[in-house]
């Protein structure tokens, strides 16, 4: 279970939830140091087990996979899944090759038929889903945050139990990597991978000013997080940590607003399985409004103001 400090990772729940879908016996696994809240928190979806030590305090990718080998081969656990983030990438492939099992990375859907287990997933930026078979075992699976519902919060917390003293040795943990700091974006719109509704700016903005006018007063509006295609991270406009796309960040919010962007295979790739995909373009035939639920033909320039302005006045 993803958390980042004080709370669990709003996506955390596909990972239960996917895991729910094949069996009752899950384990939700928190690992870090002061998890009172984190675990408290898991242990409204499923039985919780924690590994709450100083040394682990930072997700240093060494030590939490290590952790995270240890305490799946002393459950003998045959599946261990986690949701598909820049997280998951750094720490759960590291366990995976400490395992020696067979990985899946960024799973949207899956069926079991005649008793094996199909996984789908998207390759080649999004332009075909692929279904695939793991062989070996334990299986390690990373599921998109918005293919899997969290399990329904039970009337009555589930068990917490912390993971035993000999599950893995503390002194043994690797030490080839220090943390030194975090660099965090701070201000009060939410995480582009995390937000419910994502509003994105392209091409159409030419300068940083006119973007966070426009794509940052319209998300402001909506309580949304922001997010920028890369041609302008490319032009400096936008930071890289907005960046939506096959080289960017992958989300898939409820509602994905893309402003003046065109709809480039790499940026679709990052956000095609948005739940509700708006665009606004002033190009009719822009590739974008073929996968667009909803689709405005106008300038952002125009369009987004009336936006925000009908949005402020209805509240």
Do not use: C
Not at 148 to 175: C, G, H, M, S
Not at 218 to 240: C, E, H, K, M, Q
Not at 259 to 275: C, D, E, P, Y
Request: aromatic share 6%.
């Amino acid at each position: 279970m993803e958390h980042d400090g004080t709370a669990l990772r709003s996506g955390s729940g596909a990972a239960l939830g996917f895991a729910r879908a094949l069996s009752e016996d899950i384990t939700a696994f928190v690992l870090g140091e002061n998890l009172e809240a984190m675990a408290g928190e898991a242990a409204k979806l499923a039985p919780v087990l924690v590994a709450d030590h100083p040394a682990l305090a930072a997700p240093v990718a060494d030590r939490w996979a290590h952790v995270i080998a240890e305490v799946a081969r002393a459950q003998n656990a045959e599946l261990i899944v986690a949701t598909s983030t820049t997280w998951a990438k750094d720490i759960v492939g590291r366990a995976a090759g400490l395992l020696g099992g067979a990985m899946a990375s960024d799973v949207i859907g899956h069926e079991m038929v005649d008793g094996e287990l199909h996984l789908r997933r998207p390759m080649f930026a999004g332009a075909v889903n692929a279904t695939i078979v793991l062989e070996g075992s334990p299986k390690i699976i990373t599921v998109r945050p918005s293919a899997y519902d969290a399990p329904t919060a039970a009337t009555t917390p589930f068990t917490i139990e912390a993971v035993a003293t000999d599950a893995f040795d503390v002194e043994k943990l690797p030490n080839a990597t220090q943390f030194e700091s975090l660099d965090r974006k701070t201000g009060a719109r939410p995480d582009v991978t995390e937000a419910r509704i994502v509003v994105s700016g392209g091409r159409a903005f030419k300068n940083s000013e006119d973007f966070e006018q426009h794509v940052g007063g319209l998300a402001d509006a909506l309580g949304a997080a922001t997010g920028s295609s890369r041609a302008l991270v490319d032009a400096g406009i936008t930071p890289n940590s907005l960046q939506v796309g096959q080289t960017g960040k992958i989300v898939a919010p409820e509602l994905y607003l893309a402003l003046g962007i065109s709809g480039a295979v790499q940026h679709l790739a990052g956000m095609k399985n948005s739940r509700v995909i708006a665009a606004i373009n002033q190009d009719p035939d822009a590739p974008i409004f073929e996968f667009a639920d909803y689709g405005l033909v106008g300038d952002v320039y125009e369009e987004v103001p009336r936006l925000i302005a009908e949005l402020n006045s209805s509240q």
